[in-house]
């Protein structure tokens, strides 16, 4: 059974950063995609970046050139480190892992984490 646990959300004033991580268990991480998803309270599960296990990336527009996906395959930890914050960033992160379809939809991923609340004050 994999496990996903993410950790690192937080209160964080606009323009600053954060560094969220996922740890897995369960199955062999470096051979696994992971990737970062987000959710705002009344609106739908939004991609925000992937890795692959072969470590190429994909981010959405949104947070291109602010945000910054990687993974430590000899920590089985996924991380996405978050500069320049902005209000419309707020929301819960997911991790997922073993894409199955396409990576930038929810559908597309078998196994969830809890989520991390990121909040960011204006």
């Known amino acids: 059974q994999v496990q996903l646990v993410e950790s690192g959300g937080g209160l964080v004033q606009a323009g600053g950063s954060l560094r969220l991580s996922c740890a897995a268990s369960?199955?062999?991480?470096?051979?696994?995609?992971m990737g970062w998803f987000r959710q705002a309270p009344g609106k739908e599960r939004e991609f925000v970046a992937s890795?692959?296990?072969?470590?190429?990336?994909i981010y959405a527009d949104s947070v291109k050139g602010r945000f910054a996906i990687s993974r430590d395959n000899a920590k089985n930890t996924m991380y996405l480190q978050m500069n320049s914050l902005k209000p419309d960033d707020a929301a819960v992160y997911y991790c997922?892992?073993?894409?199955?379809?396409?990576?930038?939809?929810?559908?597309?991923?078998?196994?969830w984490g809890q989520g991390t609340q990121v909040t960011v004050s204006s």
């Open positions: 369960g199955r062999t991480f470096s051979r696994s995609d």
């Open positions: 997922a892992s073993d894409s199955t379809q396409s990576v930038t939809t929810p559908t597309g991923w078998v196994y």
């Open positions: 890795i692959y296990w072969t470590g190429g990336r």
